[in-house]
């Protein structure tokens, strides 16, 4: 029996440890994706026509080699597949945590655990829920909550955003983005096993912050300056 105890509980460690690499694989994926998103809405700042130009490019790449929005297809498809996977390793994960503390009374709140940490969950599912809509705002649908036209890329982006609650959503989401950066960042430095020592987990956390503060502030540059009048048709 005990054996068997043994066998079972090295299966459960050995399965923990891949849906925690799985997470971190994932994770940093689409920190790539991000990365480059960001880039691109700041295109937004050249101006019209060079903003409605990227966004173009980007059904072209790959011609006449892949069809017209080929290599869109292909990064959608990985895209999906890794938030599937994401998804579904933080559930059961957060299920397998949840059933290790069989008694409650001697669960006490971890009060040296960052915010960000224990805002992973809520702010995972907060991104989720704002990834669905920004699809909807800007890819699927093409909602323009002015009103005015969707056929133009930049024109789009800017009367959603010219919309003050708009804004303030998207900033929301920021925030949340941000937090789920600084300890994903973390968590997957750890999995990894790239925080053995103190520098390496020093750097761990710099290294968090430097990618939430980039990607989150990045992303919020556009919305801001354009509900400023900054950026406008």
Same mark, same amino acid.
């Given at each position: 029996m005990?054996t068997?105890?043994l066998?079972?509980?090295?299966?459960?460690?050995?399965? @923990?440890?891949?849906?925690?690499l799985?997470?971190?694989?994932?994770?940093?994926i689409?920190?790539g994706?991000?990365?480059?998103?960001?880039?691109?809405?700041?295109?937004?700042?050249?101006?019209?026509?060079?903003?409605?130009?990227?966004?173009?490019?980007l059904?072209?790449?790959?011609?006449?080699?892949?069809p017209?929005e080929g290599?869109?297809? *292909?990064?959608?498809a990985?895209?999906?597949?890794?938030?599937?996977v $994401?998804?579904?390793?933080?559930?059961?994960?957060w299920?397998?945590?949840? $059933?290790?503390?069989?008694?409650?009374?001697v669960v006490?709140?971890?009060?040296a655990?960052?915010?960000?940490?224990?805002?992973?969950?809520?702010?995972g599912? @907060?991104i989720? %829920?704002?990834?669905?809509? $920004?699809l909807?705002?800007?890819?699927?649908?093409?909602?323009?909550?002015?009103?005015?036209?969707?056929?133009?890329?930049?024109?789009?982006?800017?009367?959603?955003f010219?919309?003050?609650?708009?804004?303030i959503?998207?900033?929301v989401?920021?925030?949340? %983005?941000?937090?789920?950066? $600084?300890?994903?960042?973390?968590s997957?430095?750890?999995?990894l096993?790239?925080?053995?020592?103190?520098?390496?987990?020093?750097?761990?956390?710099?290294?968090?912050?430097?990618?939430a503060?980039? *990607?989150a502030?990045?992303?919020s540059?556009?919305?801001?300056?354009?509900?400023?009048?900054v950026?406008?048709?």
């Open positions: 005990a068997t105890t066998v079972r509980g090295a299966r459960a460690s050995r399965s @923990t440890i891949t849906l925690k799985l997470m971190a694989a994932s994770g940093i689409f920190i994706f991000v990365l480059l998103h960001m880039y691109g809405n700041l295109k937004a700042f050249s101006g019209h026509d060079a903003y409605n130009e990227y966004a173009e490019h059904r072209t790449i790959g011609e006449p080699m892949l017209r290599l869109l297809w *292909i990064i959608r990985v895209l999906i597949v890794s938030l599937v $994401h998804v579904y390793s933080a559930a059961k994960l299920r397998r945590s949840n $059933h290790a503390r069989t008694q409650r009374y006490k709140k971890n009060l655990s960052s915010f960000s940490s224990r805002w992973m969950r809520w702010g599912l @907060t989720l %829920l704002f990834l669905i809509w $920004h909807v705002n800007f890819t699927i649908g093409k909602v323009n909550v002015s009103g005015g036209a969707t056929n133009d890329p930049y024109n789009l982006l800017v009367d959603t010219d919309t003050w609650w708009m804004t959503i998207y900033l989401a920021m925030f949340a %983005l941000g937090m789920h950066l $600084h300890h994903g960042v973390w997957s430095a750890q999995t096993g790239l925080t053995n020592n103190a520098r390496a987990r020093r750097n761990a956390k710099a290294l968090g912050w430097i990618v503060v980039v *990607i502030g990045g992303f540059l556009v919305p801001i300056f354009v509900l400023a009048g950026i406008t048709k």
